[in-house]
């Protein structure tokens, strides 16, 4: 199975890119923060403390979090439900970012995504994939843009779904999760060594998929 790893900072475009690259290559695209985002959400549903990791921990055999592939499409589940379009909410950002710090969190999700990988042709998203998650994946990528760029998109992204928010908040949050994702004692994010770092700050996102399906296709 041929399996693409990209990681990067939260908002660099890689889902949106990374769809549009997989969609075109025939592969399948998964994104693992969905993952996180899921256990994210059975925290503040069953009003534990996301920031507590002993708390956390406990929540863990009471969740299955499952991926299924509709149309092409990434669905998440949580115990059963389709909790896709929940874990999006900015409550669910800040959630994820907390129990991903948390090592049995990592440990509970890793094996849904190697097994993922091992059985499809993918591109994977997250933080850790190149590092952790896939460490023999045939291409690596490092995603990543100036973070205004990224919380402008980000900001864009929000309105258009509806949600009432300001842009210095999502540059805020985007700039916090960075820090807490890249400083965090397991799995921080990080480029992997070998990975190929592409910047898309000033690419359109027409040019971001080229310029990633032009990688893949260069180191395959
Ligand atoms: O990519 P995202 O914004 O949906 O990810 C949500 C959170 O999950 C993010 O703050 C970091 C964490 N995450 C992670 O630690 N490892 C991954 N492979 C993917 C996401």
């Given amino acids: 199975m041929i399996n693409v790893a990209i990681d990067g900072p939260a908002g660099a475009g890689k889902s949106t890119i990374a769809k549009a690259a997989a969609k075109k290559l025939g592969y ?4 693992t923060g969905a993952l996180y985002r899921t256990v994210g959400v059975y925290s503040i549903r069953t009003k534990t403390d996301y920031k507590d990791p002993e708390a956390v921990e406990k929540t863990l055999p009471h969740i299955h979090v499952d991926l299924k592939f509709i149309g092409g499409v990434q669905h998440v589940f949580l115990n059963g439900e389709d909790v896709s ?3 999006r909410l900015p409550e669910s950002s800040m959630a994820a970012s907390a129990v991903s710090a948390v090592p049995a969190v990592r440990a509970f999700l890793f094996d849904l ?11 994977m998203d997250g933080r850790d994939i190149g590092t952790v998650v896939l460490p023999n994946a ?6 990543t843009a100036d973070p205004e760029k990224r919380a402008e998109r980000r900001y864009k992204e929000l309105l258009e779904k509806g949600q009432k928010v300001e842009f210095q908040d999502v540059l805020d949050d985007l700039v916090k999760r960075d820090y807490d994702d890249s400083h965090r004692a397991v799995a921080p994010l990080k480029p992997a060594e ?3 770092l592409v910047n898309t700050t000033t690419l359109s996102l027409e040019e971001s998929i080229a310029a990633i399906i032009d990688t893949i296709k260069e180191n395959l």
Avoid: G, P, T
């Avoid at 399948?28 to 994104?31: A, E, L, M, Q």
């Avoid at 045939?138 to 995603?143: P, T």
């Fill in 194 to 196: 070998d990975s190929i």
């Fill in 85 to 87: 379009e929940e874990i």
């Fill in 138 to 143: 045939d291409v690596k990528i490092f995603l």
């Fill in 28 to 31: 399948i695209y998964v994104d």
């Fill in 113 to 123: 995504q190697r097994e993922i990988a091992k059985k499809n042709n993918c591109i």
